[in-house]
């Protein structure tokens, strides 16, 4: 654990816990700096060996002999940054297969997802449970990390930290990182350009063959001006003047690294969602706010990308909250042919929680009529509706459908 961060609880403590104890491996993954490291060496550190696999000399002993290597450092151990030497998995699979019986032997972190997932599905399927870390909710950053969300809890007792509409703005500039939320004397413009050189330095150039990165920095903010709008990656290369298959590929590289979010169009026929356009947020709102150049509170909440940037942490906090539960979010949006959209549709139990996101601080019924039209078209699976806004009131906007302030969502 890193001496000038102080430890913050985080959700997935239990889950983690509990992992280690029914499974002889534990893949934890996510994006870097959100705190995967922190969180094994608090809660296992005492018992663990850590062996972090990103030095070089280290990460070719692991190469070179992997048998040696795990003779080395035997279970239980806490191998780190595991994506740097994969040749370990069928390795770590015979050592678990000689001892099945025994849990949590392995502990394992990786930044990517790419690598991982392929690894793990060959190597370990049925021995790692697998769970992902991202940046702190917003639970986590006011301390209350098994705070439910508010479907889960019912409107009458919705408990929430209001937030001054510049403190909420502020919070959203800075983002989820745990060094930035535990030290709030950092500056986040500086932390937030050291992240994206570092991430471009080594997991781009890792995982894609990129010749020209300030190239790749230019798609990362055309990436972000289009945050929460449906996303043409045909339009995008050609404004680019690259080919559609490059921006493709570091698309897939931003998702398997976690730096972005996919989201999917709703129909009630699986199937269509996997065709159709979806559109693309950035994992964390304060490297949006950073790609598009937003410096104060003022600008971000006044400026275009206003609504983008509230779209953003609301679909955040819904991810970040059902992951850090050991949960795979289901999250979609719904838009007809006429241009009428629902931001988001968490799925829960076969049904669906139907939330808008709006600027005004100031709800009124108008604000739900995206809802309402869901709600005819879905009324056997639809569940009570939320329009959620950056201010304080929270009203019913119609039946089923209640005005929530972002800080008690």
């Known amino acids: 654990m890193r001496p000038d961060v102080p430890y913050i609880a985080r959700s997935l403590e239990p889950v983690l816990q509990r992992a280690a104890t029914e499974f002889p491996a534990v893949v934890l993954t996510g994006p870097r700096q959100s705190g995967k490291t922190t969180l094994l060496q608090s809660l296992f550190g005492e018992r663990y060996r850590y062996v972090s696999l990103e030095p070089p000399d280290v990460r070719l002993s ?94 009458a007792s919705l408990p929430g930290i209001s937030y001054s509409f510049g403190e909420l703005w502020k919070r959203f500039l800075r983002g989820g990182y745990p060094e930035l939320v535990a030290n709030p004397g950092r500056d986040e413009r500086m932390w937030h350009a050291s992240y994206v050189q570092t991430y471009l330095e080594r997991d781009l150039r890792m995982l894609r063959q990129i010749g020209d990165l300030s190239q790749f920095q230019i798609f990362l903010r055309a990436l972000a001006a289009r945050s929460a709008q449906l996303l043409n990656l045909a339009d995008l290369a050609r404004d680019l003047g690259v080919a559609l298959n490059t921006v493709k590929a570091w698309l897939s590289v931003l998702e398997a690294t976690y730096q972005v979010i996919v989201l999917r169009p709703y129909f009630a026929n699986v199937g269509k969602r996997l065709v159709k356009t979806p559109k693309v947020y950035f994992t964390d709102v304060g490297t949006l706010c950073y790609l598009v150049g937003l410096r104060d509170p003022e600008h971000a909440s006044s400026g275009p990308m206003a609504g983008a940037i509230l779209e953003t942490a609301v679909l955040s906090e819904v991810v970040k909250t059902l992951a850090h539960r050991g949960l795979e979010p289901q999250v979609y949006f719904w838009r007809t042919a006429a241009g009428t959209e629902v931001d988001l549709l968490v799925e829960v139990e076969g049904k669906q929680v139907p939330i808008e996101v709006k600027l005004s601080a100031t709800p009124h019924p108008g604000m739900a009529s995206a809802i309402k039209r869901w709600k005819q078209d879905f009324h056997e699976t639809a569940m009570p509706g939320y329009v959620v806004h950056p201010g304080d009131v929270r009203i019913p906007l119609g039946a089923g459908i209640l005005a929530l302030p972002f800080a008690a969502l």
Request: zero cysteines; glycine letters at 6%; proline letters at 11%.
């Open 62 to 155: 692991a190469r070179e002999d992997p048998r040696m290597f795990l003779d080395l450092n035997p279970p239980p151990v806490i191998f780190d940054e595991v994506q740097y030497a994969p040749g370990l998995f069928p390795f770590i699979k015979e050592q678990i297969d000689a001892n099945r019986h025994e849990a949590g032997q392995f502990l394992l972190t990786g930044s990517q997802n790419l690598l991982l997932s392929e690894k793990v599905t060959e190597s370990l399927v049925g021995r790692a449970a697998t769970l992902r870390l991202f940046p702190l909710s917003r639970r986590e950053a006011e301390g209350r990390p098994a705070l439910p969300l508010a479907w889960e809890h019912g409107p």
